[in-house]
T-cell receptor
Framework: EPEVTQTPSHQVTQMGQEVILRCVPI?????FYWYRQILGQKVEFLVS????????KSEIFDDQFSVERPDGSNFTLKIRSTKLEDSAMYFC???????????????FGPGTRLTVL | AQSVTQLDSHVSVSEGTPVLLRCNYS??????LFWYVQHPNKGLQLLLK??????LVKGINGFEAEFKKSETSFHLTKPSAHMSDAAEYFC???????????FGQGTELSVKP
């Protein structure tokens, strides 16, 4: 069964460093998402991406964050200068856009745990 | 604005007994509601969804949920808990299909032998 994959599973970085979190969505999906979960808090939406552009973003997704689909398979989240408060589990999700009234499910990857020291 | 509130942060049941995980939602229009489950070191998996069809929704692994508009609730139930049900459960609302998912705080379900 196709699934969303994410690498690395755990990333440790120093404050101020740039990190890139990678996701491979399900191959025929067209909508892509990033969410994060700070330890002990709820899962929060960061950004959605469709047709090679951001379709929606949250207040969390400031200028330090960017997303890219550099080729036909990867979807990346870049944090330019990490802060201690960026430490969290980051989840990628993808969704097939289908016509009609059938609901489209977001499929989630296993997450990348980012630790900023 | 849409939101969900999960009324219990932790629920503990014995194997073979019923499970009830409570969720209330707030929405200015007809919502799409979901329950996701997260097992340790795994991604989030969709258990079931309500999208304005039948109010009683059946999901995977014997779970079901009932949408009650008058009570703004979408509680998750299962008649008989199994050890493998131990996980974190999230009630989720979506303002529109394809849009962001808004998560509740999560309920950790423990199942005792």
């Amino acid at each position: 069964e196709p699934e969303v994959t994410q690498t690395p599973s755990h990333q440790v970085t120093q404050m101020g460093q740039e990190v890139i979190l990678r996701c491979v969505p399900i191959s025929n999906h067209l909508y892509f998402y990033w969410y994060r979960q700070i330890l002990g808090q709820k899962v929060e939406f960061l950004v959605s991406f469709y047709n090679n552009e951001i379709s929606e973003k949250s207040e969390i997704f400031d200028d330090q964050f960017s997303v890219e689909r550099p080729d036909g398979s990867n979807f990346t989240l870049k944090i330019r200068s990490t802060k201690l408060e960026d430490s969290a589990m980051y989840f990628c999700a993808s969704m097939l856009l289908a016509g009609g009234s059938s609901y489209n499910e977001q499929f989630f990857g296993p997450g990348t745990r980012l630790t900023v020291l | 604005a849409q939101s969900v509130t999960q009324l219990d942060s932790h629920v503990s049941v014995s194997e073979g007994t019923p499970v009830l995980l409570r969720c209330n939602y707030s929405s200015s229009y007809s919502p799409s509601l979901f329950w996701y489950v997260q097992h340790p070191n795994k991604g989030l998996q969709l258990l079931l969804k309500y999208t304005s069809a039948a109010t009683l929704v059946k999901g995977i692994n014997g779970f079901e949920a009932e949408f009650k508009k008058s009570e703004t609730s979408f509680h998750l139930t299962k008649p008989s808990a199994h050890m493998s049900d131990a996980a974190e459960y999230f009630c989720v609302v979506s303002p529109w299909q394809g849009g962001k998912l808004i998560f509740g705080q999560g309920t950790e379900l423990s199942v005792k032998p």
